[in-house]
């Protein structure tokens, strides 16, 4: 069975501080990791995927297969930046994708 | 329209009612995805359409739940005899093929009374 847990249901951080949205998973084999974000009264998006290995305005995530994480990063958070964020899992070559139950994250100015 | 579109936006309905929510997925979009979201929760996977056939139905909770996409681009999920329980946010989501880059509709809220 896959599963993708996001331990955290709220994180508040100061305008320029870092930010670290944790996500874990569980998956028997070598799945695809993405993080989706959805701001405000908008619709949900792809943030990055892990195998583009992009940084997506100023975002980052390392997959990390021996503690099975997928942690989303940033150095200098925005205000801009607060919205929820979704860690999903799909397996290679399977349409389907398991999301996490979101961060909510708050930048405060 | 350049995004998926999902109609109708919100829709109330009776216990034990039949229900249609409807998707328009960017035009040319093979793959199309449904999901459902409760409150406080991710979106949780129901169907995945490549084409016309239902290539994964596995998230489907019970028989009442059916989907249908019949010329490989609209999509029509349909639910009957709704229950309270079935209350939640209907995402459909589509991409060009499999496992690339999928994007969402803004959803259709069903609220069953």
């Known amino acids: 069975a896959q599963r993708v847990t996001q331990p955290e249901k709220l994180l508040s951080v100061f305008k320029g501080a870092p930010v670290e949205l944790k996500c874990n998973y569980s998956y028997s084999g070598s799945p695809e990791l993405f993080w989706y974000v959805q701001y405000s009264r908008q619709r949900l998006q792809l943030l990055l995927r892990?195998?583009s290995r992009e940084s997506i305005k100023g975002f980052t995530a390392d997959l990390n297969k021996g503690e099975t994480s997928f942690h989303l990063k940033k150095p200098f958070a925005q205000e801009e930046d607060s919205a929820m964020y979704y860690c999903?899992?799909?397996?290679?070559?399977?349409?389907?994708?398991?999301f996490g139950d979101g961060t909510t994250l708050t930048v405060k100015p | 329209g350049a995004g998926v579109s999902q109609t109708p936006s919100n829709k109330v309905t009776e216990k034990g009612k039949y229900v249609e929510l409807r998707c328009d997925p960017i035009?040319?979009?093979?793959?199309l995805y449904w999901y459902r979201q409760s409150l406080g929760q991710g979106p949780e996977f129901l169907i995945y359409?490549?084409?016309?056939?239902?290539?994964?139905d596995s998230g489907l909770p019970n028989d009442r739940f059916f989907a249908v996409r019949p010329e490989g681009s609209v999509s029509t999920l349909k639910i009957q005899r709704t229950e309270r329980g079935d209350s939640a946010v209907y995402l459909c989501?589509?991409?060009?093929?499999?496992?690339?880059?999928?994007?969402f509709g803004q959803g259709t809220r069903l609220t069953v009374v």
């Open positions: 035009s040319g979009h093979t793959a």
């Open positions: 989501a589509s991409s060009a093929y499999m496992n690339t880059e999928a994007f």
């Open positions: 999903a899992l799909a397996p290679t070559n399977a349409g389907k994708s398991t």
């Open positions: 359409f490549q084409g016309t056939g239902a290539a994964d």
């Open positions: 892990h195998i």
